[in-house]
């Protein structure tokens, strides 16, 4: 299997979820990664209010697309773009 990592967008910060199941909601999962991170204190504090916030303002992005905060994630790596954070 060829397995290729997305251009990271400019101004942009990456957070990357490797999942052993499919997840049926973005938003818990994305929030749970970010809290448990240590590289970005920004992203570390974020709120649910804020995440949500960032879903609705289109800054959430996989592979180049708007992710929704009820979007399924598959199992294994996915790539999470956050704009402008």
């Not at 973005?26 to 960032?54: C, F, H, I, P, W």
């Given at each position: ?45 974020v709120s ?12 959430i992005?996989?592979k180049?697309q708007?992710?929704?905060s ?16």
């Amino acid at each position: 299997m060829n397995s290729t990592i997305p251009a990271q967008p400019a101004n942009s910060t990456r957070i990357t979820l490797n999942l052993e199941n499919p997840e049926s909601r973005m938003d818990n999962v994305l929030l749970n990664a970010m809290r448990e991170q240590d590289e970005n204190e920004k992203l570390k504090s974020v709120s649910r209010t804020q995440l949500k916030e960032l879903f609705l303002n289109k800054r959430i992005l996989i592979k180049g697309q708007r992710a929704k905060s009820s979007s399924a994630l598959a199992r294994g790596i996915t790539y999470v773009d956050i704009l402008d954070l």
